[in-house]
């Protein structure tokens, strides 16, 4: 039994780590993914009884005895589908022990978070079936747009499409990406969020949604809005290649949070009202050119506001300011999206700006180190496929 699952990598337009105190963030999907195969054994194969997983993005190869996975986690030799768990202490020790016998090479020193992930998803959906999956992605692990969430949500589809909490009443032989019914997203989504927590620690929940349901979201305390954008977007996203991890810069703004309660507040309080606004200004009929212009430039306003209360929480970053001065001189307006501390920039292109404003921009980018690239925004969340043609994908 074989399936593909794809899940897309996001931008957040505004609110990222105020979203974790309760504000609203609006965030949309990029057509950038991460793709995941699973294959199980069946039980007349014969051969290795192991679990294998390959990370194609870091090279990476690991595999467990299936028996050496049971004898870790006995509890979860019966599979619990369709009741998303949370991994508890106990669980994540006999985890980390399986990690550890990987010996994952310290220079990739996040990727146990993403492997414990992966283990406690797979046995929780699967139990303890011999299975190859492998996991390949368009998006620069650790840069801010939601690679842990398109991780998460890719292995977490892939797993519940083969098992009995999500049933198919479809041709699965038909050659195309087939999207899941509205229960099974929640379910989806309920378990990748499981997934971020161990790669985050204290994930908003925001990342994983905007990528199984793809499109643009507000969030807000767990609870998701979908928006209907009515302004063509096009934004520059520039990668810093400053490498970081969200979990750090999330532990960093709460710490900040308890020393400083007060003023804190009325910052998350701030970016709440920037995301209701922004989120109002993307949703407005656009009669003509003139309001697109005068949405544009209020959407800019909105953008440089969140960008100054990212700084103020502690997690700009020189590369980031540097981003913000080079797009500045062209006249164009940036803020850093995701976790921030390095990672990956937003410029907004307004839709009457010169093409050749766009490649001097990047160029000079560019020349500094960085990489840009303009990706389509607001496509559909997780998908699957049944056929496994190679020449499909
Ligand atoms: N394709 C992948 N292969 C293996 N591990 C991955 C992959 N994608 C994500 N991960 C896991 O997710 C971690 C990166 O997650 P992190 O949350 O720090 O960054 P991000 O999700 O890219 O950015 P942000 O959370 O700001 O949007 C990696 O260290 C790894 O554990
Ligand atoms: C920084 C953060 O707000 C967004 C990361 O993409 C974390 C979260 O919401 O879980
Ligand atoms: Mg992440």
Redesign the pocket.
């Known amino acids: 039994m074989e399936v593909r699952a794809r899940a897309p990598g996001k931008i957040?337009l505004s609110g990222?780590?105020a979203?974790?105190h309760g504000s609203t963030?609006v965030a949309a999907s990029i057509n950038l993914y991460t793709q995941v195969s699973l294959r199980i054994a069946g039980d007349s194969e014969s051969g290795d009884r192991l679990l294998k997983l390959q990370l194609k993005d870091v090279g990476l190869e690991f595999s467990w005895p299936t028996g050496r996975v049971r004898e870790a986690l006995p509890e979860l030799s019966t599979p619990s589908a369709s009741s998303p768990t949370t991994c508890s202490p106990e669980f994540m020790k006999s985890i980390a022990a399986l990690v550890e016998e990987q010996n994952i090479p310290e220079a990739n020193g996040g990727l146990a978070a993403g492997v414990s992930a992966f283990l406690w998803l797979y046995a929780s959906i699967q139990g303890c079936k011999p299975a190859t999956v492998v996991v390949t992605s368009d998006l620069p692990l650790g840069a801010?747009l939601?690679s842990s969430a398109a991780f998460c949500v890719a292995l977490s589809g892939a797993f519940l499409a083969l098992s009995d909490a999500v049933s198919w009443n479809v041709d699965l032989n038909h050659p195309a990406w087939l999207s899941f019914g509205e229960n099974d997203l929640e379910l989806i989504n309920r378990w990748a969020f499981e997934g971020e927590k161990i790669i985050?620690g204290k994930?908003?929940g925001?990342?994983n949604t905007v990528s199984t349901f793809g499109n643009m979201i507000m969030f807000k305390s767990g609870n998701l809005t979908r928006i209907k954008p009515n302004v063509p977007l096009r934004m520059l996203i520039t990668n810093t290649r400053v490498g970081r991890n969200?979990k750090a810069?999330?532990a960093g703004v709460s710490e900040r949070t308890l020393r400083h309660p007060d003023a804190m507040t009325y910052v998350f309080n701030a970016i709440d009202s920037i995301s209701k606004e922004l989120s109002s200004i993307i949703q407005l009929p656009a009669p003509s050119e003139v309001a697109v212009t005068e949405k544009e430039a209020k959407l800019e306003e909105l953008m440089e506001m969140n960008q100054g209360m990212l700084q103020c929480i502690g997690v700009s970053h020189t590369s980031i300011e540097a981003v913000l001065q080079t797009t500045l001189k062209y006249k164009l307006t940036s803020k850093l999206t995701?976790?921030g501390g390095g990672g990956c920039v937003l410029t907004l292109l307004p839709s009457l700006l010169a093409g050749n404003v766009v490649d001097k921009v990047i160029a000079e980018l560019e020349s500094c180190g960085f990489q840009c690239l303009i990706a389509g925004i607001g496509g559909n969340g997780v998908e699957v496929c049944f056929n496994s043609r190679p020449d499909f994908f």
Do not use: K, R, Y
Request: no cysteine.
């Open positions: 957040i990222e780590h979203v974790v963030a801010g939601g985050h994930p908003s925001v990342d969200t810069l999330v995701g976790a």
